[in-house]
C-alpha cells in the first residue's frame, strides 16, 4: 500500500524531496507528470482528463489501495481520482488546489488560458522572472531557483492545454466532490495566493476531511516540509 504524491504546475516530483526526507515510510512513488521534466507518451493531449487518465494508470501500476497526496495540480487530480475511482484510495491528502464550481482563475491562469496571451507570458517566464515570484510566496530561495530551472519549453508546451482544458473544470468535476467518501486531509498555506483558504474550508466541508492550517503561502511542501511530513503521517496513522 505505498504512498503516491502528485506534483503540480510548474514543477515536478522534486517538490516532494524535502517532505520526503522527514517522512518514515519507504514505499513512496512521487512520479514526474508528462511533459514535468519527462517526455509525453505518443498520442497524449495535455488536457485535465489525459492527465486523469495518466494518474489512474499510474495508481494502478503502484499497486492499489494507495495513500495519495497532492498539491495545486495534483491536488486537483486526486481530488478527481478519489471522486470518480475511489476503490484505487486508502486515504487522500491535498492542498493548494480545490475543485469547486465558484472558483475564479487566478489572473495568471487566465492568461495562460487565453490564446496569444498564454504564449507571450511563457516566453517571459525565465528563470530570473520566476524566482523571485516563488520567494515572494514563502518557498525557499534554493528551492525556488532548482525548480525553475527545470521550467523548460517542453513544460511551457504542456501547462497551456492544460490550463485551457480546465476553464470550466468547476462546473464540470465539481458536483462529483459531493461524492467522496475516503478519509481526506487539507493541508493549505493560510496565504495561498491562487486559492484562498475559503475553498479548503468548503473542500473540508463537503468531504469531511480534515484541515491543517500551515502559516505560508502556496508551496507549503517546500516551505513547510517538517509540518507537512508529520501531518501526512499522523493522518496516515488514523486510517492505518
Known amino acids: 500500500m505505498p504512498a503516491f504524491l502528485v506534483h503540480g504546475v510548474p514543477d515536478t516530483h522534486h517538490l516532494w524531496d524535502g517532505v520526503r526526507q522527514h517522512l518514515s515510510r519507504g514505499d513512496i512513488v512521487a512520479p514526474d507528470m508528462p511533459g514535468?521534466?519527462?517526455d509525453a507518451p505518443a498520442g497524449f493531449r495535455f488536457t485535465k482528463e489525459d492527465y486523469l487518465d495518466w494518474l489512474i494508470a499510474e495508481v494502478e501500476n503502484a499497486g492499489p489501495p494507495v495513500d495519495i497526496a497532492g498539491h495545486d495540480w495534483g491536488a486537483l487530480l486526486v481530488e478527481r481520482l478519489v471522486s470518480v475511482r475511489p476503490d484505487l484510495v486508502r486515504s487522500w491528502a491535498a492542498g493548494g488546489g480545490a475543485i469547486d464550481e465558484n472558483y475564479v482563475w487566478h489572473p495568471i491562469a487566465q492568461m495562460w488560458q487565453t490564446p496569444g496571451v498564454?504564449?507571450?507570458v511563457m516566453k517571459s517566464m525565465?528563470?530570473?522572472?520566476?524566482?523571485p515570484?516563488?520567494?515572494?510566496?514563502?518557498m525557499p530561495e534554493a528551492i525556488a531557483k532548482e525548480i525553475a530551472q527545470r521550467i523548460d519549453d517542453r513544460m511551457k508546451a504542456a501547462v497551456l492545454p492544460l490550463y485551457r482544458s480546465a476553464v470550466n473544470v468547476g462546473k464540470e468535476w465539481g458536483p462529483d466532490i459531493d461524492a467522496i467518501s475516503r478519509p481526506g486531509l487539507l493541508i493549505w498555506g493560510?496565504?495561498?495566493?491562487y486559492m484562498q483558504t475559503e475553498f479548503a474550508k468548503r473542500m473540508a466541508e463537503r468531504t469531511s476531511a480534515k484541515l491543517v492550517m500551515l502559516p505560508g503561502g502556496h508551496w507549503w511542501p517546500a516551505q513547510f516540509p517538517r509540518e507537512t511530513a508529520e501531518a501526512l503521517e499522523s493522518f496516515w496513522r488514523?486510517?492505518?
Open 36 to 38: 514535468f521534466d519527462r
Open 118 to 120: 498564454g504564449e507571450n
Open 126 to 131: 525565465t528563470a530570473e522572472a520566476v524566482v
Open 133 to 138: 515570484t516563488f520567494v515572494n510566496d514563502g
Open 190 to 193: 493560510e496565504k495561498d495566493q
Open 238 to 240: 488514523t486510517v492505518a
